[in-house]
């Protein structure tokens, strides 16, 4: 007679599989739902902390193994599903429920950040998480151009209603002020707008809470961290030395401030020629040094590609317009450690981030 299989055995088998970025079994961590059992078909979901899960294949297939070794067990059945944790920090501003604020910072300007903003904004919500962006930059708001919107929807009860591309919810000075019109404002009007984008924005409930900031350590940073409490921050650098430079006075803003650093991408980290080879144009390794020096985790390296600039031009970011390049494939990929850095914080507390997360 086969072995009876029960919920204890199954799991058992379970509870020896590790959730690689957050360091303890799927059964501790509450991951393993809706588990049932028919002769010897098991059938269960695995509820991951984010629909980007960089790792979810490797989780399907360890589970998958664990419970196919269990005596009895002919067939497995998983259903991959994802519930995003919640910071914990009260974000009284804002009226709808924003479970992760993350803002996009660097010290100097020209080095992608709006870019690296918004391509991770669409590489999360096309996982399947809700997602805003929030165009911080008052005085060169480039995200509306980027994302192909042109206008605000109508208001409703009073509240600005956010525009929607590439099911991102999206506002930005941009949308409020006529093309051209230079904003010639000092720092109180920028620490008024800021807040209003907060409060007076009909945002749906986010899971991810994308900023793009200013370039800089100046104002706009200072006005978002004590306005809004984040998630943590995320810095853009080039590989190139003066950048990283800039990136580090921006990166030791927000240790100053208390904010979590999330992690540093570098950004135009290389040039692929035709015939294979890659052209340094900025140096190399930059982006690694900065992370490794401040020991902070290193989302990793988006590199050059015309057709970047192109898309970002026309409203076709390159997640849309070219999925498949390398540089979509890369953002992609750093969209997903953020999202994983991102769990592991409100899990685990930053204490227990791990300091490189390089492949």
């Known amino acids: 007679m086969a072995n009876a299989i029960t919920k204890e055995s199954v799991l058992a088998a ?62 497995v059945e998983i259903k991959m599903s994802s519930d995003i944790p919640n910071d914990g920090r009260m974000r009284g501003l804002v009226n709808a429920t924003v479970k992760n604020a993350i803002a996009v910072g660097s010290g100097k300007g020209g080095v992608g950040k709006s870019t690296v903003s918004v391509n991770v904004a669409i590489a999360l919500a096309q996982s399947g998480a809700r997602v805003g962006l929030m165009d911080a930059d008052i005085y060169g708001p480039n995200v509306p151009t980027m994302m192909g919107i042109e206008k605000l929807p109508p208001p409703k009860a009073n509240k600005i209603t956010p525009a929607k591309a590439y099911g991102v919810e999206v506002i930005s000075m941009g949308l409020l002020v006529k093309p051209g019109q230079p904003l010639i ?132 970011p390159i997640l849309v317009s070219e999925p498949d390049s390398p540089v979509a494939k890369s953002l992609r990929e750093i969209a997903e450690k953020l999202a994983a850095q991102v769990s592991v914080a409100a899990l685990g507390g930053m204490n227990e981030l791990p300091i490189n997360i390089v492949e």
């Open 14 to 75: 379970l509870s020896k599989v590790q959730e690689p970025e957050l360091h303890n079994d799927l059964v501790t961590l509450n991951m393993i739902r809706d588990l049932e059992l028919d002769g010897g078909k098991v059938k269960f979901t695995i509820m991951l902390t984010t629909p980007a899960c960089p790792l979810r294949g490797q989780i399907e297939s360890e589970a998958r193994q664990a419970v196919l070794s269990v005596g009895g067990v002919e067939s």
């Open 185 to 316: 404002w000092r720092g109180p009007m920028l620490n008024s707008a800021i807040r209003q984008f907060l409060s007076d924005v009909e945002w749906s409930e986010l899971d991810y809470l994308i900023i793009d900031l200013p370039p800089g350590t100046g104002d706009a940073a200072l006005s978002l961290a004590q306005a809004l409490p984040l998630s943590g921050a995320v810095i853009v650098t080039l590989p190139q030395l003066v950048s990283l430079e800039d990136a580090s006075r921006g990166l030791n803003m927000f240790k100053q401030l208390e904010v979590p650093i999330l992690g540093v991408v570098e950004n135009m980290s290389y040039l692929e020629l035709p015939d294979g080879t890659r052209m340094d144009v900025f140096g190399s390794g930059g982006g690694m040094q900065l992370a490794l020096g401040a020991q902070v985790p290193f989302l990793g390296q988006a590199p050059m590609d015309p057709n970047v600039r192109i898309g970002g031009d026309s409203g076709k």
